[in-house]
C-alpha cells in the first residue's frame, strides 16, 4: 500500500492494488471501499483505467466508477475525450451506462464534440442506460443538426423495439 500522501489517497491506492492484484472477494469489497470514498476517488480510478490493459481489472474499475455514480460522470467523459484508447472509452462507456438517467444529458451534450468512434461508444451507453434516456434521443432527433440526428437516431435503432418504436412516433409526429 502506498504510504505517502493523505490518508484518503492511501485507502485509494490501497483498494486500486486489491482490485489489481486480489481475489474475486477482496475486488468486490475495493469497489464498495471506492464507491463509498465517492468523487474524491474518482482520478484515480479514471488514471488507473487509462494505464490498464487486463480486461477483468478494467471492468472492476469501470464498476467501481459506476458505483460512485454522479460524481464520476463530468470528468470521465472529459478524459474519454482526450484519451483515444479503444480500452479505456469502451469500459468508461460501460461505467456511465451503469450511472442510469443522470449521464443521459452530460452524454448526449459530450457526443456534440467526440470524434465517430467515441460517438460510438457513447451511443452504446445510452442503449444500456434504456429508457430514460429515449425523451432526450426523441428531441435531438428533431432539434439537433445533422450529426446529432443520425446518432439520436442509430442509437435509438440499436435499443431495439422501444427505441424504433420511439423513433417511429417521432416521425409520425413531424407530419
Not at 67 to 91: C, D, H, N, Q, W
Not at 114 to 120: E, H, S, T, V
Request: with cysteine.
Amino acid at each position: 500500500m502506498n504510504t505517502r500522501g493523505s490518508p484518503e489517497e492511501n485507502t485509494v491506492q490501497g483498494y486500486l492494488e486489491d482490485i489489481e492484484k486480489g481475489p474475486r472477494k477482496v475486488r468486490h469489497e475495493a469497489i464498495r471501499g471506492l464507491a463509498g470514498i465517492g468523487s474524491p476517488a474518482v482520478p484515480s480510478l479514471i488514471g488507473a483505467m487509462k494505464d490498464e490493459r487486463n480486461p477483468d481489472v478494467l471492468w472492476y474499475l469501470a464498476l467501481a466508477l459506476a458505483r460512485i455514480g454522479s460524481p464520476a460522470i463530468g470528468l470521465l467523459l472529459k478524459e474519454m475525450k482526450e484519451t483515444p484508447s479503444v480500452p479505456f472509452r469502451r469500459y468508461g462507456a460501460a461505467a456511465l451506462g451503469e450511472m442510469g438517467e443522470a449521464a443521459v444529458e452530460p452524454i448526449l451534450d459530450a457526443m456534440r464534440e467526440a470524434d465517430p468512434q467515441l460517438r460510438g461508444f457513447l451511443s452504446g451507453a445510452l442503449c444500456r442506460i434504456g429508457d430514460p434516456a429515449i425523451p432526450a434521443l426523441r428531441a435531438w432527433l428533431q432539434d439537433g443538426d445533422d450529426v446529432m440526428r443520425s446518432c439520436a437516431g442509430l442509437t435509438l435503432w440499436k435499443m431495439g423495439e422501444t427505441g424504433i418504436g420511439a423513433m417511429l412516433t417521432s416521425l409520425d409526429e413531424e407530419k
